[in-house]
């Protein structure tokens, strides 16, 4: 893999106005738009705070499914055949596409508590901050392999559907839409299902200790949806250049 | 040439070469064997394993049974080193990225690479560099891809139906570029459809069917192999027999004095036919086109598919 070849692939992503809008421009919008509505009366700190860490990881969630759609693409195209007839290995070519999703979920990371800085004058302590920054930015691993995951498995007519319904349940279900605190008791009994939830449970429990899990609980929920979505992404890799 | 070739080997060896998918055998036990510097044209119906037997020789895939070699190693080595450039069918660049910067890419990935400049002018996309993928024309598109098969300055250069897209102006042009570039001395297998770019480029042709090579040899070879020449002439006194005793004739038909020989080897059977009847007189040959050769020697023998 060479630096030519991450910064190109860095670069296409940004010239795709899908990938610009939702995953950088929508978050930050949509924090701002439920600071307004939501965090009214007391301890509003905290609301936005949660509303911030959700929708940071709404835009490390979207980035990392825009990037692994890419695949669905590029096979369709015979890029990726065009590819392994370079000294680029399939392996290599994974690697460079999840080192890519960690690039590309950085504007989203680092744009919304940009904006909640700004205009709602959110106020956390070093430790939290790092806890969000860091374990949002790491957290986003598993949806970085379900994208690729998705994109290995869809022709890219498929794609758009599938990662929209994906997006809806991660987004509703999974609290990076709804915050946990709106949701009725039984909508909040399914959302751990979802690795959504744990996503955003990373940096909630920087921020309130209300209806939070355990960090160590959280890392070990993200780290097997990590390896099983690996085991995945490893096993259809291989399929398909042993069919190819 | 930038990559070292093992001395000796055959740029490209295929030896009882056999590939199924599922109950269908594309590839049905080949041998191929391509020397250093040649051009070899690969003919053949749809469905006939030309992109399958190229699959095999680019490491794409592996073959069931038989070996393949690329300068005498594995094919996969031979593309990690850079030695083999290649134009796949129905290919397509990517939409977000310029001309110069999916040349550039590419480049990136090979050991040592061509400058970008130099294989964007000598394949004619200099004026295209800034350009994304999705506002070239097809004959622009097939040129681009030839610039990334070209980048890594491969000794082998593969090329599946390249002018498939092509208007007969752009097919020219690229063949023009392709013709200079083999100047150079690098050995090329191209598939096509094209019977007079076979002709032309080719110093020999392969042609394949129903997964088998049915004929291998020079241009002239393969053509005489599949219908020959036809000798027309007025030969007096000649008998039926005694014509068809002559070398190489295949066929032979005699009305009045009239005469019309088929013959697989048109310059041993007319030289022949010159010394024994010294009075033949008003001789014409034809040679049948590859058009011809390619139509019989391709044609199924039992028409079920």
């Known amino acids: ?244 | 040439m930038s990559n070292e070739t093992t001395s000796g080997a055959p740029a490209v060896e295929l030896r009882g070469v056999r590939k199924h998918y599922g109950e269908v055998a594309a590839v049905d036990g080949i041998d191929l064997s391509i020397r250093v510097g040649e051009v070899v044209a690969l003919l053949g119906p749809n469905g006939a394993g030309k992109s399958t037997a190229i699959d095999m020789i680019l490491g794409l895939s592996g073959p069931d049974a038989g070996s393949v070699a690329v300068f005498g190693r594995a094919p996969t080595e031979a593309v990690a080193d850079g030695a083999i450039g290649a134009m796949l069918q129905n290919g397509t660049l990517l939409d977000d990225l310029t001309v110069a910067e999916t040349i550039g890419l590419v480049a990136s990935l090979h050991r040592s690479p061509m400058p970008v400049e130099q294989v964007m002018r000598r394949t004619g996309v200099e004026d295209l560099a800034k350009r994304r993928a999705n506002r070239l024309s097809g004959g622009q598109q097939q040129r681009v891809r030839f610039a990334i098969a070209l980048v890594s300055d491969p000794s082998l250069l593969i090329l599946d139906e390249p002018t498939a897209a092509m208007d007969p102006a752009a097919r020219r042009d690229f063949w023009k570029a392709i013709y200079e570039d083999t100047a150079h001395g690098r050995t090329v297998l191209f598939a096509t459809h094209y019977l007079e770019e076979a002709e032309e480029f080719a110093d020999r042709v392969v042609l394949m069917r129903s997964g088998k090579i049915v004929a291998d040899g020079p241009v002239a070879q393969v053509r005489a192999a599949a219908s020959g020449r036809t000798i027309r002439a007025v030969v007096p006194g000649a008998g039926e027999e005694a014509l068809g005793a002559l070398p190489a004739v295949t066929a032979c038909e005699l009305r009045e004095q009239r005469v019309r020989l088929s013959s697989s080897d048109s310059d041993a059977t007319l030289r022949a036919l010159l010394e024994r009847f010294p009075a033949a007189r008003d001789i014409e040959i034809a040679s049948a086109g590859l058009e011809d050769a390619f139509l019989s020697l391709t044609a199924e023998p039992e028409t079920t598919r």
Do not use: C, H
Not at chain 1, 48 to 60: D, E, H, R, T, Y
């Open chain 1, 1 to 244: 893999m060479s630096a030519t070849y991450l910064r190109l692939e860095i670069v296409r992503m940004f010239r795709n106005p899908r990938f610009a809008i939702f995953s950088i421009a929508f978050p930050a919008l949509l924090f701002l738009l439920q600071a307004s509505l939501f965090a009214t009366g007391k301890d509003t700190d905290v609301i936005v705070q949660v509303l911030m860490v959700n929708l940071m990881a709404f835009g490390v969630y979207f980035a990392a499914m825009s990037n692994g759609a890419r695949l669905a693409v590029e096979r369709a195209a015979g890029w990726q055949r065009q590819l392994r007839l370079t000294p680029l290995s399939g392996r290599a070519y994974l690697a460079g596409k999840g080192l890519s999703g960690l690039l590309l979920a950085l504007p989203a990371l680092l744009l919304v508590p940009a904006v909640a800085l700004a205009f709602k004058g959110v106020e956390l302590d070093a430790g939290s901050w790092t806890r969000i920054l860091v374990g949002i930015w790491l957290g986003s691993i598993p949806f970085i392999l379900l994208g690729l995951l998705v994109g290995q498995l869809s022709r890219p007519e498929t794609l758009q559907p599938v990662n929209m319904s994906i997006s809806l349940i991660m987004g509703f279900l999974g609290g990076l839409w709804i915050p946990i605190d709106g949701m009725p008791d039984w909508l909040r009994e399914i959302a751990p299902v979802l690795p959504s939830y744990w996503l955003t449970q990373l940096g909630r429990g920087a921020v309130t200790s209300d209806l939070t899990e355990s960090l160590p609980v959280t890392l070990a929920v993200l780290a097997a949806w990590t390896v099983g979505l690996g085991v995945l992404v490893i096993w259809r890799y291989r399929k398909d250049s042993s069919r190819a």
